[in-house]
C-alpha cells in the first residue's frame, strides 16, 4: 500500500464506510468523466449503490484520498482465477487532482496488489482512442497497447471504440493447478478443484 505517513493524497484500499465519500466524488466529478462513461441514472450517486459496488463479487477497489475525501478510485473487476489469473482495471481522478501523478500512483499500486495480494497473471485495460492522458497512465506503469476493439463499450450514449491495453504481472504458474486434480491420468476423468 501507498504510504500514509506523508502529507497530500494517498491510495487505501476501499471499503464498505467508504461508499458515501465515494458517491460524493462521482457525483463532483459526473460532468467532467461523462465523455469516458456510460450513462448513468441518479441512483449511480447514492451511497447504497457504491456499497453494492465495493462489496460486488469478483471485484475490488482502491481509493485516492486527501484527508477524509475522495479524490480518485482504481478498480478491478471481473477477477477471474484458475488458468486465467486476470482482471479488468478501471480509474479516475477528480477533475481539481489532475496532473499529479495520482492515477499512476493508484494503478501502481493496484498492480502491486494485483500480484502480491491476488495472485493475479495479467491486468486487462481500456480507453477511448482520443483518451491520451490514461493511455500515458498505462505506459507508465507498464502496460502494452495489444489492440483495437470496434464498438467496445456503451459509452456516453453510443457504443465507443477503444484501445486495449494488458500489463503481464508475471509468468509463474497458478498455484495449486497440478495439486487440485481428482482422478487418473489417461483416463478421462480428470476434474479441476481449482477453477
Known sequence: MTDTTGTGPYVRPAGPSDAAALAAA???????????????????????????????????SWL?????????AAT????????????FLGY????????RGLATRAVHEVCRAAREDLGLHRI???TLPDNAASQRVLARCGFERIGTAPRYLH???????????????HDDPPPGMCVGFRGTAGTGNLKADDS
Open 124 to 126: 486487462e485495460a481500456g
Open 155 to 169: 459509452i456516453d450514449g453510443a457504443w465507443r471504440d477503444h484501445h486495449l491495453f494488458q500489463r503481464v504481472l
Open 26 to 60: 462521482l457525483l463532483r466529478n459526473r460532468a467532467r468523466m461523462r465523455p469516458y462513461e456510460p450513462r448513468r441514472d441518479e441512483a449511480f450517486y447514492t451511497a447504497d449503490v457504491q456499497a453494492a459496488r465495493l462489496a460486488a463479487p469478483g471485484t475490488r
Open 92 to 99: 479516475w481522478t477528480d477533475g481539481a487532482y489532475t496532473g
Open 76 to 87: 478491478l473487476s471481473g477477477i477471474a482465477l484458475g488458468a486465467f489469473r486476470s482482471a
Open 64 to 72: 485516492v484520498v486527501d484527508g477524509d475525501r475522495v479524490v480518485g
